[in-house]
């Protein structure tokens, strides 16, 4: 069974700008959620999405923005990048049927995103 | 409000050696669960392994066992054997309540030697 994929792996882009990230789960994954990996935050949390919607949200500005499709892909979104939003981005995925399943959470290998 | 400590921000080991890499963690929920991933300079975590607050026994996954201890909040991993390819970041996360968020450690850095 293939894993979580995420596109691209790699992305420059300059202040001011806008990237859309894109994470497939592994199949049969309903539930995909998003972190920021920073030296300085370390791992933060998001966002996730179950069903299409948005289940949960991290303490991030308007400006991070996710959605769900109904084959379980995702997206995020950054508009108006700053410097501070250089970072590994890793998207997560399980089976969660229900809120509070203990099922594992399987990451992909994270886009690494630069902001100049 | 949930919390996972890491206190050892690096640790040695020389390679057969076991290693044990500390975690202790913070919630008021009655019902939660631990997990331990390995994150390799590529950047991808690696699930290692889970520990339900409501487990019995330990879990083990292969080399990997985790030490939990639930009256002292901790949840160590114990990694039996070090091979060299076990070098990279570890960190302990923990799944809050009714929700697929996960809250992480600051992680440790372990280095295994010849």
């Known amino acids: 069974k293939a894993g979580v994929t995420q596109t691209p792996r790699y992305l420059i882009k300059t202040r001011g700008q806008q990237v859309t990230l894109s994470c497939s789960p592994i199949?049969?994954?309903?539930?995909v959620s998003w972190y920021q990996q920073t030296p300085g935050q370390g791992l933060q949390f998001l966002f996730e999405y179950f069903s299409e919607t948005q289940r949960n949200k991290g303490n991030f500005p308007g400006r991070f923005s996710g959605r769900q499709f109904s084959n379980s892909r995702s997206e995020m979104n950054v508009s108006t990048l700053e410097l501070g939003d250089s970072a590994l981005y890793l998207c997560?995925?399980?089976?969660?049927?229900?809120?509070?399943?203990?099922?594992?959470?399987?990451f992909g290998p994270g886009t690494r995103l630069t902001v100049l | 409000a949930q919390k996972i400590t890491q206190t050892q921000p690096g640790m040695f080991v020389q390679e057969k050696e076991a290693v044990t890499l500390d975690c202790t963690y913070d919630?008021?929920?009655?019902?939660?669960?631990l997990f331990w991933y390995k994150q390799p300079s590529s950047g991808e975590m690696i699930f290692l392994i889970y520990q339900g607050s409501y487990d019995q026994q330990n879990a083990t996954e292969g080399r990997y066992s985790l030490n939990f201890q639930k009256a002292r909040k901790s949840a160590n991993l114990v990694i039996s054997a070090s091979q060299l390819g076990d070098s990279a970041m570890y960190f302990c996360a923990m799944r809050e309540l009714y929700t697929d968020k996960l809250i992480f450690g600051t992680g440790t850095r372990l280095q295994v030697f010849p």
């Open positions: 199949s049969g994954h309903r539930s």
């Open positions: 997560a995925s399980s089976l969660a049927a229900l809120a509070g399943d203990t099922d594992t959470q399987y």
């Open positions: 919630t008021s929920d009655p019902s939660y669960g």
